[in-house]
Protein backbone atom coordinates (compact mmCIF):
# COMPACT_ATOMS: atom_id res chain seq x y z
CA UNK A 1 0.00 0.00 0.00
CA UNK A 2 2.72 2.63 0.48
CA UNK A 3 4.53 2.03 -2.24
CA UNK A 4 1.33 2.13 -4.49
CA UNK A 5 0.59 5.49 -2.76
CA UNK A 6 3.70 6.79 -3.42
CA UNK A 7 3.44 6.04 -6.91
CA UNK A 8 -0.30 7.39 -6.86
CA UNK A 9 1.46 10.66 -5.99
CA UNK A 10 4.40 10.63 -8.07
CA UNK A 11 1.98 10.44 -11.27
CA UNK A 12 -0.26 12.91 -10.11
CA UNK A 13 2.99 15.37 -9.26
CA UNK A 14 3.68 15.09 -12.43
CA UNK A 15 1.01 15.41 -14.04
CA UNK A 16 0.56 18.61 -11.96
CA UNK A 17 4.24 19.72 -13.35
CA UNK A 18 3.14 19.00 -17.33
CA UNK A 19 0.25 21.34 -16.80
CA UNK A 20 2.30 24.07 -15.26
CA UNK A 21 5.35 23.52 -17.07
CA UNK A 22 5.19 27.15 -18.80
CA UNK A 23 4.80 28.50 -15.60
CA UNK A 24 7.74 26.81 -14.00
CA UNK A 25 10.20 27.80 -16.59
CA UNK A 26 8.85 31.21 -16.39
CA UNK A 27 9.82 31.33 -12.82
CA UNK A 28 13.04 30.00 -13.37
CA UNK A 29 14.03 31.92 -16.33
CA UNK A 30 13.06 35.25 -14.11
CA UNK A 31 15.30 33.40 -11.57
CA UNK A 32 18.18 33.00 -14.17
CA UNK A 33 17.94 35.94 -15.74
CA UNK A 34 18.40 38.27 -12.30
CA UNK A 35 21.57 35.83 -11.55
CA UNK A 36 24.28 38.00 -12.83
CA UNK A 37 23.78 40.55 -10.46
CA UNK A 38 25.71 38.26 -7.95
CA UNK A 39 28.76 38.67 -10.02
CA UNK A 40 28.73 42.02 -9.65
CA UNK A 41 30.10 42.52 -6.21
CA UNK A 42 32.60 38.90 -6.62
CA UNK A 43 36.34 39.76 -5.83
CA UNK A 44 37.65 36.66 -8.08
CA UNK A 45 37.36 37.55 -11.84
CA UNK A 46 38.65 34.49 -12.91
CA UNK A 47 36.02 32.35 -10.92
CA UNK A 48 33.60 34.85 -12.49
CA UNK A 49 35.54 34.13 -16.25
CA UNK A 50 34.79 30.09 -15.62
CA UNK A 51 31.42 30.66 -14.00
CA UNK A 52 29.90 33.15 -16.73
CA UNK A 53 30.03 30.78 -19.91
CA UNK A 54 27.66 28.41 -17.97
CA UNK A 55 25.31 30.60 -17.10
CA UNK A 56 25.25 32.03 -20.33
CA UNK A 57 24.44 28.96 -21.78
CA UNK A 58 22.13 27.82 -19.49
CA UNK A 59 19.75 31.24 -20.69
CA UNK A 60 20.36 30.35 -24.04
CA UNK A 61 18.56 26.99 -23.30
CA UNK A 62 15.75 28.56 -21.07
CA UNK A 63 15.32 31.00 -24.06
CA UNK A 64 14.51 27.97 -26.30
CA UNK A 65 11.15 27.74 -24.27
CA UNK A 66 10.02 31.02 -23.17
CA UNK A 67 11.62 33.35 -26.71
CA UNK A 68 10.08 36.32 -26.16
CA UNK A 69 11.34 36.54 -22.58
CA UNK A 70 12.49 40.01 -21.76
CA UNK A 71 14.59 39.85 -18.90
CA UNK A 72 16.44 36.44 -20.74
CA UNK A 73 16.83 38.73 -23.83
CA UNK A 74 18.48 41.60 -21.70
CA UNK A 75 20.89 39.49 -19.64
CA UNK A 76 21.84 37.66 -22.80
CA UNK A 77 22.30 41.27 -24.25
CA UNK A 78 24.37 42.23 -20.79
CA UNK A 79 25.77 38.95 -20.52
CA UNK A 80 27.71 38.70 -23.60
CA UNK A 81 28.79 42.27 -24.44
CA UNK A 82 30.51 42.00 -21.05
CA UNK A 83 31.64 38.62 -20.67
CA UNK A 84 32.85 39.86 -24.72
CA UNK A 85 34.51 42.46 -23.26
CA UNK A 86 35.97 42.00 -19.42
CA UNK A 87 37.68 39.13 -20.87
CA UNK A 88 38.09 37.67 -24.73
CA UNK A 89 38.67 41.76 -25.68
CA UNK A 90 40.59 42.42 -22.31
CA UNK A 91 43.25 39.72 -23.42
CA UNK A 92 43.25 40.69 -26.98
CA UNK A 93 44.59 44.17 -25.96
CA UNK A 94 46.70 42.72 -23.58
CA UNK A 95 48.38 40.34 -26.43
CA UNK A 96 48.68 43.87 -28.95
CA UNK A 97 50.57 45.69 -26.40
CA UNK A 98 52.75 42.56 -25.95
CA UNK A 99 53.30 42.76 -29.54
CA UNK A 100 51.35 39.13 -30.22
CA UNK A 101 49.67 39.80 -33.23
CA UNK A 102 48.20 36.62 -34.24
CA UNK A 103 46.94 36.13 -30.61
CA UNK A 104 45.21 39.50 -30.09
CA UNK A 105 43.11 39.35 -33.92
CA UNK A 106 42.38 36.12 -33.05
CA UNK A 107 40.49 37.37 -29.66
CA UNK A 108 39.31 40.15 -31.54
CA UNK A 109 37.39 37.86 -33.74
CA UNK A 110 36.12 35.70 -31.18
CA UNK A 111 34.95 39.46 -29.41
CA UNK A 112 33.51 40.45 -32.37
CA UNK A 113 31.20 37.37 -32.64
CA UNK A 114 30.20 37.78 -28.79
CA UNK A 115 29.24 41.36 -29.42
CA UNK A 116 27.07 40.40 -32.38
CA UNK A 117 25.37 37.66 -30.46
CA UNK A 118 24.19 40.43 -27.83
CA UNK A 119 23.29 42.43 -30.55
CA UNK A 120 21.08 40.04 -31.68
CA UNK A 121 19.54 39.27 -28.27
CA UNK A 122 18.96 43.14 -27.45
CA UNK A 123 17.14 43.57 -30.87
CA UNK A 124 15.27 40.56 -30.14
CA UNK A 125 14.46 42.38 -26.97
CA UNK A 126 13.65 45.58 -28.06
CA UNK A 127 11.06 43.78 -30.09
CA UNK A 128 9.28 42.03 -27.63
CA UNK A 129 8.63 45.51 -26.11
CA UNK A 130 8.02 47.37 -29.39
CA UNK A 131 7.29 45.03 -32.39
CA UNK A 132 9.73 46.05 -35.74
CA UNK A 133 11.94 47.84 -33.41
CA UNK A 134 14.53 45.94 -33.85
CA UNK A 135 14.01 46.07 -37.96
CA UNK A 136 13.57 49.49 -37.96
CA UNK A 137 17.30 50.08 -36.34
CA UNK A 138 18.68 47.89 -39.00
CA UNK A 139 17.76 49.63 -41.57
CA UNK A 140 20.07 52.48 -41.34
CA UNK A 141 19.91 55.63 -39.09
CA UNK A 142 17.33 57.58 -40.70
CA UNK A 143 14.72 55.02 -40.14
CA UNK A 144 16.04 54.02 -36.73
CA UNK A 145 15.56 57.80 -35.66
CA UNK A 146 11.98 57.22 -36.14
CA UNK A 147 11.85 54.36 -34.03
CA UNK A 148 14.05 55.96 -31.65
CA UNK A 149 12.01 58.94 -30.81
CA UNK A 150 8.89 56.35 -29.60
CA UNK A 151 11.14 54.51 -26.83
CA UNK A 152 10.86 55.80 -23.17
CA UNK A 153 12.41 55.16 -20.04
CA UNK A 154 11.97 51.52 -19.69
CA UNK A 155 13.55 50.92 -22.74
CA UNK A 156 16.79 52.15 -21.62
CA UNK A 157 18.79 48.84 -20.06
CA UNK A 158 18.31 47.04 -23.42
CA UNK A 159 19.00 49.97 -25.78
CA UNK A 160 22.37 50.57 -23.71
CA UNK A 161 23.53 46.67 -24.44
CA UNK A 162 22.34 46.36 -27.89
CA UNK A 163 24.09 49.85 -28.51
CA UNK A 164 27.30 49.01 -26.40
CA UNK A 165 27.71 45.29 -28.04
CA UNK A 166 26.52 46.79 -31.68
CA UNK A 167 29.54 49.99 -31.50
CA UNK A 168 32.23 46.81 -29.42
CA UNK A 169 31.30 44.79 -32.99
CA UNK A 170 32.34 47.58 -35.07
CA UNK A 171 35.02 48.53 -33.10
CA UNK A 172 36.93 45.44 -33.16
CA UNK A 173 37.41 44.79 -37.03
CA UNK A 174 37.23 48.45 -38.07
CA UNK A 175 38.52 46.89 -41.97
CA UNK A 176 34.97 46.31 -42.07
CA UNK A 177 33.60 49.25 -43.89
CA UNK A 178 29.83 47.69 -43.86
CA UNK A 179 29.89 47.37 -40.59
CA UNK A 180 31.12 51.34 -40.12
CA UNK A 181 28.89 52.63 -41.69
CA UNK A 182 26.24 51.50 -39.14
CA UNK A 183 27.77 53.15 -36.29
CA UNK A 184 25.46 56.44 -36.29
CA UNK A 185 22.85 53.98 -35.95
CA UNK A 186 24.03 52.56 -32.04
CA UNK A 187 25.76 56.07 -31.34
CA UNK A 188 21.92 57.09 -31.89
CA UNK A 189 20.59 55.22 -29.44
CA UNK A 190 22.96 55.57 -26.97
CA UNK A 191 21.74 59.07 -27.41
CA UNK A 192 18.25 58.86 -27.55
CA UNK A 193 18.74 56.42 -23.97
CA UNK A 194 21.38 59.57 -22.33
CA UNK A 195 17.76 61.98 -23.11
CA UNK A 196 15.77 59.69 -21.71
CA UNK A 197 17.68 58.55 -18.55
CA UNK A 198 20.72 59.82 -18.30
CA UNK A 199 21.42 58.75 -14.79
CA UNK A 200 20.66 55.09 -16.21
CA UNK A 201 23.30 53.03 -13.93
CA UNK A 202 24.91 55.60 -11.97
CA UNK A 203 26.21 56.81 -15.02
CA UNK A 204 26.44 54.28 -17.28
CA UNK A 205 25.83 55.98 -20.42
CA UNK A 206 28.21 58.75 -19.39
CA UNK A 207 30.80 56.28 -19.22
CA UNK A 208 30.01 55.15 -22.59
CA UNK A 209 30.74 58.90 -23.74
CA UNK A 210 33.96 59.23 -21.97
CA UNK A 211 35.15 56.73 -24.32
CA UNK A 212 33.19 57.42 -27.53
CA UNK A 213 33.86 60.95 -27.56
CA UNK A 214 37.60 60.42 -27.06
CA UNK A 215 37.58 59.47 -30.77
CA UNK A 216 35.22 62.33 -32.28
CA UNK A 217 36.94 66.05 -32.48
CA UNK A 218 35.01 68.79 -30.76
CA UNK A 219 33.71 69.81 -34.40
CA UNK A 220 32.34 66.30 -34.36
CA UNK A 221 30.89 66.28 -31.39
CA UNK A 222 33.35 64.89 -29.36
CA UNK A 223 36.42 66.43 -27.90
CA UNK A 224 38.76 66.37 -24.69
CA UNK A 225 36.13 69.18 -23.04
CA UNK A 226 33.15 66.37 -23.91
CA UNK A 227 35.17 63.56 -22.42
CA UNK A 228 35.55 65.76 -19.17
CA UNK A 229 32.23 66.66 -18.78
CA UNK A 230 31.14 63.10 -19.13
CA UNK A 231 33.47 61.67 -16.75
CA UNK A 232 32.89 64.35 -13.91
CA UNK A 233 28.83 63.31 -14.56
CA UNK A 234 29.65 59.21 -14.58
CA UNK A 235 31.63 60.28 -10.71
CA UNK A 236 28.82 62.41 -9.42
CA UNK A 237 26.78 60.00 -10.31
CA UNK A 238 28.40 56.98 -9.01
CA UNK A 239 30.01 58.69 -5.86
CA UNK A 240 33.56 58.91 -7.48
CA UNK A 241 34.11 54.91 -7.00
CA UNK A 242 33.62 53.54 -10.65
CA UNK A 243 37.50 53.15 -11.67
CA UNK A 244 37.19 52.02 -15.47
CA UNK A 245 35.77 55.51 -16.80
CA UNK A 246 39.32 57.30 -15.44
CA UNK A 247 41.30 54.62 -17.69
CA UNK A 248 39.07 55.16 -20.04
CA UNK A 249 39.88 59.31 -20.12
CA UNK A 250 43.50 58.20 -19.63
CA UNK A 251 43.70 55.96 -22.80
CA UNK A 252 40.93 58.42 -24.71
CA UNK A 253 42.43 61.79 -23.94
CA UNK A 254 45.57 61.60 -21.61
CA UNK A 255 47.44 59.35 -24.56
CA UNK A 256 46.48 61.73 -27.74
CA UNK A 257 47.77 65.13 -25.34
CA UNK A 258 50.67 62.71 -25.09
CA UNK A 259 50.48 63.59 -21.47
CA UNK A 260 52.75 60.93 -19.96
CA UNK A 261 53.15 62.43 -16.42
CA UNK A 262 49.31 62.60 -15.97
CA UNK A 263 48.49 59.43 -17.91
CA UNK A 264 51.27 57.39 -15.03
CA UNK A 265 49.16 59.70 -12.06
CA UNK A 266 45.39 58.85 -13.36
CA UNK A 267 46.54 54.78 -13.32
CA UNK A 268 48.41 54.96 -10.32
CA UNK A 269 45.66 56.60 -8.59
CA UNK A 270 43.23 53.54 -9.97
CA UNK A 271 45.26 51.17 -8.90
CA UNK A 272 46.19 52.03 -5.25
CA UNK A 273 41.73 52.80 -4.85
CA UNK A 274 39.28 49.97 -2.94
CA UNK A 275 38.17 48.52 -5.37
CA UNK A 276 35.44 46.96 -3.23
CA UNK A 277 34.79 50.49 -2.06
CA UNK A 278 31.40 49.99 -2.98
CA UNK A 279 30.79 46.06 -3.25
CA UNK A 280 28.40 46.34 -6.19
CA UNK A 281 31.26 48.26 -8.35
CA UNK A 282 34.00 45.60 -6.96
CA UNK A 283 34.24 43.08 -10.05
CA UNK A 284 34.46 45.85 -12.77
CA UNK A 285 37.01 48.32 -10.55
CA UNK A 286 39.35 44.97 -10.33
CA UNK A 287 39.23 44.62 -13.70
CA UNK A 288 39.98 48.11 -14.30
CA UNK A 289 42.76 47.94 -12.02
CA UNK A 290 43.79 44.97 -14.13
CA UNK A 291 44.07 47.46 -17.10
CA UNK A 292 44.94 49.86 -15.72
CA UNK A 293 48.27 47.86 -14.35
CA UNK A 294 48.65 46.36 -17.90
CA UNK A 295 49.07 50.02 -19.20
CA UNK A 296 51.39 51.02 -16.88
CA UNK A 297 53.84 48.14 -17.81
CA UNK A 298 54.06 49.31 -21.52
CA UNK A 299 53.87 52.98 -20.83
CA UNK A 300 57.30 53.16 -23.06
CA UNK A 301 54.77 52.01 -26.13
CA UNK A 302 52.40 54.49 -25.88
CA UNK A 303 54.29 57.78 -25.14
CA UNK A 304 56.55 59.50 -27.93
Not at 96 to 105: F, I, N, W
Request: hydrophobic content about 45%; charged content about 25%.
Amino acid sequence: MPRALSLTLLAAALAALSGCAGFVTNRVANAVSRSGDGFASDDDPELVRDAVPFGLKTMEGLLEDTPRHEGLLTALASGFTQYGYAFVQADADLADLEGKLDAARAGRERARKLYLRAREYGLRGLDVRREKTGARLRAGAAEARGALAKLEKGDVPLLYWTASSWVLAIAANKADMGAVSELPTPVAMMERALALDEGWNEGALHEFFVAYDATRTAAEGGGPDRVKAHLDRVNALSMNKKLGPRVSFAEGVLVQRQDRDGFVRVLQEVVAADPGAVPRYRLANLIAQRRAKALLAHVDDLFL
